[in-house]
């Protein structure tokens, strides 16, 4: 009896040991991946499913491997396995390597189809709808895409890459791309990207005022905006009241008694004066950006952290009094971060 009990538990032992024995190997291949070493981290993950046949965390990172040296064909093979083979499983992450490399493969209707089943099977997956976006982008929808990066964005408000999208695409509309670059950089002000963020946002700030060489200010305003800004009916993400108090805001830039500030400290003083507007105009007007992105303005202004969460967002200027308030104001910048952390987004 007991050597027919050996019998039965020795091959669950063997399976449980070469298990972990893979697990092991996928491990030493996701290192060797994010190190740029794609080959040998492929060499890992096959170490792996030798151990473990059809080994799903390693068929998911080999897929991402191959995606990334471009073998897209053998990284759509492994997909369609992955899906066929667990299709109760979490294989979310599947379903993004798929729509991408046929996105790179130039099958923008089959990477959309793919995406679009990963949303029905994964619909608060906020990646799903990025990565779908982006596939929109290339193909020139940018309307669709921007209403997918909503609603990544909504899914996960941290989400860096949404943010600089809506940021990006909606530089036309300056008010809403201002908004978003300043949300990117309140999580993010360290990079290249925080950078051309702030930057971004330094330009549309200015645009349209100038000061000419007898002094004298010039402020163009758009026709449009000043018409929109008169309607009772606001319409849907019309910010053209906002718009016209920063051109007004900026112009002040040039003013005698604001000619010794700082970068970060003329910036201050339009972010207090847009804020303002937004909560005045918070009840009567409608759309994503007013209702998803306003709020968080409104009440960061509120709550008395326009100064430090300015000096947050202007940190990639690298500008002295601007590291001096972070020196100096250590309490300040955690009390933002803290507020920041708790937002109850909607």
């Not at 994010?34 to 993950?45: R, T």
């Not at 709020?295 to 202007?314: G, H, R, S, T, W």
């Amino acid at each position: 009896m007991k050597r027919f009990l050996l019998l039965i538990l020795f091959p669950v032992f063997s399976f449980s040991q070469n298990k972990n024995e893979a697990e092991v190997k996928v491990n030493e291949g996701i290192i060797l991946h994010d190190e740029g070493k794609y080959n040998d981290a492929l060499d890992k993950y096959e170490e792996a499913l030798k151990l473990d046949k059809n080994n799903l965390i390693a068929i998911s990172e080999k897929a991402m491997t191959l995606e990334a040296l471009k073998k897209y064909d053998e990284a759509i093979e492994l997909c369609k396995l992955a899906i066929s083979i667990y299709p109760k499983e979490d294989i979310k992450t599947i379903y993004i390597t798929y729509g991408n490399s046929l996105d790179h493969s130039k099958r923008t209707k089959d990477a959309l189809k793919i995406y679009d089943e990963g949303i029905k099977k994964y619909p608060n997956y906020y990646q799903l709808y990025f990565n779908k976006a982006i596939t929109l982008v290339n193909d020139k929808q940018i309307e669709k895409s921007l209403e997918l990066f909503q609603k990544s964005a909504t899914l996960n408000p941290n989400h860096l890459g949404s943010l600089n999208a809506l940021a990006a695409l909606n530089r036309d509309k300056r008010i809403i791309s201002i908004l978003a670059s300043l949300r990117y950089l309140s999580i993010d002000n360290k990079t290249s990207r925080a950078k051309g963020n702030l930057n971004s946002v330094v330009d549309l700030m200015q645009k349209g005022v100038t000061q000419t060489d007898d002094k004298s200010i010039t402020l163009a305003i758009d026709p449009q905006a000043m018409e929109d800004a008169g309607k009772k009916k606001k319409g849907i993400n019309n910010f053209s009241t906002v718009d016209m108090v920063l051109s007004m805001t900026a112009a002040l830039d040039f003013d005698e008694k604001n000619k010794n500030k700082t970068q970060c400290q003329k910036a201050i003083d339009k972010f207090e004066s847009i804020f303002a507007v937004l909560k005045e105009g918070q009840k009567e007007n409608k759309g994503f950006y007013w209702e998803f992105l306003a709020p968080y303005f409104i009440e960061l202004k509120d709550k008395n952290l326009i100064e430090p969460f300015a000096n947050i967002v202007f940190l990639p200027s690298q500008a002295e009094d601007v590291k001096k308030y972070h020196q100096d104001n250590a309490n300040e910048i955690q009390r933002f971060y803290e507020w920041d952390k708790n937002y109850p987004w909607k």
